[in-house]
């Protein structure tokens, strides 16, 4: 059996298997100077794990041969992509007014871990909804 | 923009799916430019008047503003 993998997916997945590597490392050894370890090892070991699942995915839909996207998807990401930037955006805006009006203290962990949620809700909702409008 | 893709698609008695696969797109593509939903790009227009044996404007209506 001969697998035919691209250079770029090669590199895509030992960056995977570094991130995982990482996060293992921390849960394990937990540094010092990690202020979270849950959150750095759920973070870099996700990161590494989602790194790793989309390029296989790829990878198989490359040597299908089978067309799963094509100029509509790449038309609905980025529509989807800007209108998420247009959210994400208007939302980093009014916190960082109000935090600094307020002149209120967080720490940066839950609210960049809530601004990724939102960046990440956000895109999915808007791809769907333009994928059933065009 | 409106389209006559599905009355050249029944003339060739092809499916979308096989349509879709002859011009390098999915067939929910083909299916949302028959619906009006999708206005495919210059060259997918191409490719289809190509497939057809037409010209644009055959497959193709705008209607301006």
Known sequence: MVIHIKTQEIISILFGIVLVISGVYVLVYEPDWVTSVSGAMGGLIGAGVALILITFWQYRSRVSGELREDERDYRIAEKASFRTFQVTFILQGFLFAVLGIFTIQLPAQPVIGLLFAITGVSYVVFFYWYRNKM | ?65
């Open chain 2, 1 to 65: 923009m409106e389209n006559s893709l599905k009355v050249w698609r029944a003339k060739r008695d092809i499916t979308q799916e096989n349509l879709a696969s002859s011009v390098g797109v999915t067939r929910q593509t083909i299916n949302a430019i028959e619906r009006g939903k999708y206005d495919p790009s210059l060259e997918l227009a191409f490719r289809l008047a190509g497939f057809f044996e037409c010209t644009i404007e055959d497959i193709f209506l705008y209607k301006g503003e």
